[in-house]
């Protein structure tokens, strides 16, 4: 089971770099076309949109799989003890 979920976290990875990559090529594109050429592309913006909700929730699922997000173990051990001391 675990072989498994390796193989399907390394995927999640890949493509999230591939769809970062595509989120800075489309924000780049955006900016040349608009301010250098003066032709804005219309699919552009929305294309870094939908990049970047694909990015922040399979983000999220990585980075929970692989114990990664910011940790609030200090503010939980801080008031877990007086909590703690009360029922003991």
């Given at each position: 089971m675990d072989r498994y979920?390796?193989?399907?976290?390394?995927?999640?990875?890949?493509?999230?770099n591939a769809v970062l990559v595509v989120?800075?090529?489309?924000?780049?594109?955006?900016?040349?076309?608009?301010?250098?050429?003066?032709?804005?592309?219309a699919w552009?913006?929305?294309m870094a949109r939908y990049c970047l909700i694909w990015i922040t929730f399979l983000g999220a699922a990585f980075a929970m799989s692989s114990k990664?997000?910011?940790?609030?173990?200090?503010?939980?051990?801080?008031?877990a003890l007086p909590v703690r001391k009360c029922f003991i």
């Amino acid at each position: 089971m675990d072989r498994y979920i390796n193989y399907m976290n390394n995927g999640i990875k890949y493509f999230l770099n591939a769809v970062l990559v595509v989120l800075v090529i489309a924000v780049f594109l955006q900016v040349v076309f608009r301010f250098i050429l003066n032709q804005p592309l219309a699919w552009t913006e929305e294309m870094a949109r939908y990049c970047l909700i694909w990015i922040t929730f399979l983000g999220a699922a990585f980075a929970m799989s692989s114990k990664a997000h910011i940790g609030m173990e200090f503010f939980v051990n801080l008031f877990a003890l007086p909590v703690r001391k009360c029922f003991i």
